[in-house]
C-alpha cells in the first residue's frame, strides 16, 4: 500500500475516533470529570500559590520601601499578576471544556463565569490601586483597606457561588474527580 495515500485515511480514523466524541454539535470540547478535576485544581492551586507568593513580596517589599510610590508600584504589579494568572485560569477552563457528566456544559460555564468575576474583580482593584495616592501615606492605606475589603467580599462571593452550583446540581460523579485528584486536596 502507497503510504501517501494511507495517511489521509488513518488521519481520518484519528479524527473519528478520538476527536469527534469530544466535540458537542455545538463545537464544545468536553473532558472527562477526572481530567476537568484535574485542570481546575491543578490551574486554580498555581493562581492560589501565585497570589500568596504575590502577597509574601508585598509584605518583603513593604519592609524594604523607601515611599508611599514604592509600595503603590508593587501592590500594582501584585494585581497585575493576580490578573493575568487568574486570565490563565480561566483560559485553561476554556480550553478543558465541560465535564462530560450530567449538566456538565451548564456547570462548567458557571465555574468560569464564577472565576471571570473574581479576575474582573482583581482587575478593577487594579484600575482602583493605579489611582490611590502615591504621596499620602493616609490616602494610600485607606485606600488599599477598601480595595482588601472589596477582595474579601469577592473571595467570599466565589465560594458560596460553587456551593450553589454543588446543591443546585447532581454533582456526584465530579465531586468524587476533586476528591481523588491528588491536586485538589491542596486547595484552601
Known amino acids: 500500500m502507497n503510504k501517501r495515500a494511507f495517511a489521509p485515511a488513518l488521519a481520518t480514523l484519528v479524527v473519528i475516533t478520538f476527536v ?11 473532558s472527562t470529570a477526572a481530567e476537568y478535576a484535574q485542570t481546575f485544581c ?9 497570589i500568596s507568593d504575590g502577597e509574601q513580596a508585598v509584605q518583603s517589599d513593604l519592609d524594604n520601601a523607601s515611599s508611599v510610590a514604592d509600595i503603590k508600584k508593587t501592590f500594582v504589579q501584585f494585581l497585575d499578576d493576580a490578573v493575568s494568572s487568574g486570565k490563565g ?10 465535564p462530560d457528566v450530567k449538566d456538565g456544559a451548564v456547570i462548567a460555564t458557571a465555574v468560569r463565569s464564577a472565576f471571570g468575576g473574581i479576575v474582573t474583580v482583581f482587575d478593577h482593584a487594579r484600575s482602583d490601586a493605579k489611582k490611590l495616592s502615591p504621596t499620602s501615606q493616609a490616602k494610600f492605606t485607606t485606600g488599599v483597606k477598601k480595595i482588601q475589603t472589596t477582595l474579601a467580599t469577592a473571595s467570599t462571593q466565589f465560594t458560596k457561588q460553587f456551593s450553589a452550583l454543588s446543591k443546585k446540581y447532581e454533582t456526584t460523579e465530579l465531586d468524587a474527580a ?6 485538589c486536596s491542596a486547595l484552601a
Open 20 to 30: 469527534a466524541p469530544r466535540i458537542h454539535a455545538a463545537g464544545a470540547t468536553t
Open 42 to 50: 491543578t490551574k486554580l492551586g498555581t493562581w492560589q500559590k501565585d
Open 178 to 183: 476533586f476528591n481523588a485528584e491528588p491536586s
Open 89 to 98: 485560569v480561566v483560559a485553561a477552563l476554556k480550553s478543558a471544556g465541560s
